[in-house]
């Protein structure tokens, strides 16, 4: 079966949708805009008829610009953003609360006393941004009927009317089973969802139903979160590997192989992604807000967008002395101290414009490089991916506080790119993963400009800030 296949990356802040093709790459491309809304105390949800309308209309507008019939379709998630729904009529019960979501908070407050066993049964630690305490508060606070879910189930169920999730998204509930990749009961018990109706888990590429949503019908053949997709569209199909994708958030992922590997770094232990009946796994690392954190400046004035970055953080040599935590949303990996405030100090009448935003680079730079030091492994060169990358002053400044090369992706869609090759697997059994992957040659390489006792030295004021909030704001 050789042909186009649709690619729908369903994101925070929009829905991107590729039709890709074996031969000739890229043909057709459609995106629409996500609204959330971010509310006070730290919430931020999204209507959930505007995600659904957004993957439709971006995956129309693709096809309609490619004008040639597709043999498939894959659609990747944001991974952590739940809703309730009624199953017998698709209809949302709830709005859709976004991974960056802190209302559960009391819910990881009230599982505390569990929170070691949660971490050794599913891999991830006692956080709000998991879905599982979403789930919960939703069934405490908002309603009982219908299923409750992360945003794949919902999105695939009104496309094809099944009801799945793959691998990879299940393990970013904190309800999965890490070493069986099946649901645990025990983790259910504990959120008070024993008595949940959870989807069937699928591997990543494999047919789960048909959707005339597009047009003619398309066979569904690939399911990723996200950052996993942009994982294998980045060819880190094996242990040593590792790419950090800048959108919204930073997420950072690491291959570690066919065991998921637990340990104390602080990062996440998630599944990569099953194929043919075989997990992969990874470990996972996040920023929550880049790209968020560049529009908050935005929307203060001092920048117009992202595509300001460089020439107005271009106008000075360095920060003056200005140290930006942009703890936008909370410190996630390695601290987990999701209820903290950022933090910009070091400011005086000669601050200006440009030292904010290289502050802001600096302070984005040095989480992904705490990030990376968590791997404990050996890590040659990074690979990046995502809209920010296109500054290369943040990619000089990644380069210069990891002390490593970044090589700043070509493909300025990794994520859907991903899911178009999950979904080409799943339509075209016994294709090697390698053969369905987009060449991988970087745009630009960033290499490391200063001294590794200059890259120390700033680091260290950065996590000296990070220790001031962290004192400011015990846990």
């Known amino acids: ?128 941004y998991f879905a599982a305490p979403k789930m919960a508060w939703i069934r405490r606070h908002l309603t009982r009927e219908g299923v409750v879910t992360t945003t794949d189930a919902w999105l695939v169920h009104r496309l094809t009317g099944a009801y799945v999730t793959d691998a990879a998204t299940a393990s970013r509930t904190q309800l999965l089973d890490l070493d069986r990749t099946q649901w645990s009961p025990r983790a259910l018990d504990l959120y008070g969802l024993a008595g949940e109706r959870l989807p069937r888990i699928v591997g990543n590429a494999q047919p789960v139903g048909t959707t005339a949503e597009f047009g003619p019908e398309i066979p569904l053949t690939g399911l990723a979160v996200d950052q996993q997709a942009a994982l294998l569209a980045q060819r880190v199909t094996a242990p040593g590997g ?95 101290r999701g209820d903290l405030r950022g933090s910009l100090t070091g400011l005086g009448l000669d601050t200006t414009a440009g030292h904010l935003v290289r502050a802001l680079c600096e302070g984005i730079a040095a989480q992904v ?54 979904a080409r697997l799943g339509a075209e059994p016994g294709q090697k993963v390698t053969e369905v992957l987009p060449d991988r040659q970087p745009s630009v390489v960033h290499e490391p400009r200063i001294t590794a006792d200059e890259a120390a030295d700033r680091r260290a004021r950065f996590r000296a800030e990070v220790s001031a909030l962290l004192d400011r704001t015990p846990a």
């Open 1 to 128: 079966m050789t042909g186009p296949v649709l690619s729908v990356d369903q994101g925070t802040s929009g829905t991107k949708a590729l039709v890709v093709c074996p031969e000739r790459g890229v043909i057709g491309a459609g995106f629409a805009e996500v609204r959330p809304r971010h509310l006070p105390g730290g919430l931020v949800e999204v209507d959930p008829e505007e995600l659904y309308a957004s993957v439709v209309e971006a995956g129309r507008r693709a096809l309609a610009e490619a004008r040639e019939p597709v043999v498939a379709l894959g659609l990747a998630n944001q991974g952590e953003t739940v809703l309730a729904w009624d199953p017998a009529t698709g209809r949302p019960l709830t709005t859709a609360l976004v991974w960056q979501d802190r209302r559960a908070e009391s819910v990881c407050e009230e599982l505390a006393p569990h929170a070691e066993e949660l971490r050794a049964l599913t891999g991830l630690p006692l956080d709000p």
């Open 242 to 336: 590792a790419k950090c994708t800048y959108g919204t958030g930073a997420f950072l992922l690491a291959h570690t192989g066919d065991t998921p590997r637990r340990g104390s770094s602080g990062l996440v232990s998630c599944v990569a992604w099953t194929l043919d009946g075989r997990t992969s796994y990874c470990l996972d690392g996040q920023v929550y807000t880049a790209a968020s954190a560049v529009q908050w400046l935005a929307e203060l004035g001092v920048i117009k967008g992202a595509a300001d970055l460089d020439v107005v953080g271009g106008s000075v040599s360095g920060t003056g002395g200005v140290t930006f935590v942009p703890a936008l949303a909370g410190l996630a990996a390695p601290w987990w």
């Open 369 to 422: 490089a705490e990030l990376v030091d968590a791997l404990e492994s050996p890590l040659e060169t990074l690979r990046v991916d995502g809209g920010l990358t296109r500054s290369a002053l943040l990619m000089q400044t990644q380069a210069d506080l990891l002390q490593r090369p970044v090589e700043v992706s070509a493909l300025p869609d990794a994520t859907a790119l991903g899911a178009a090759a999950l």
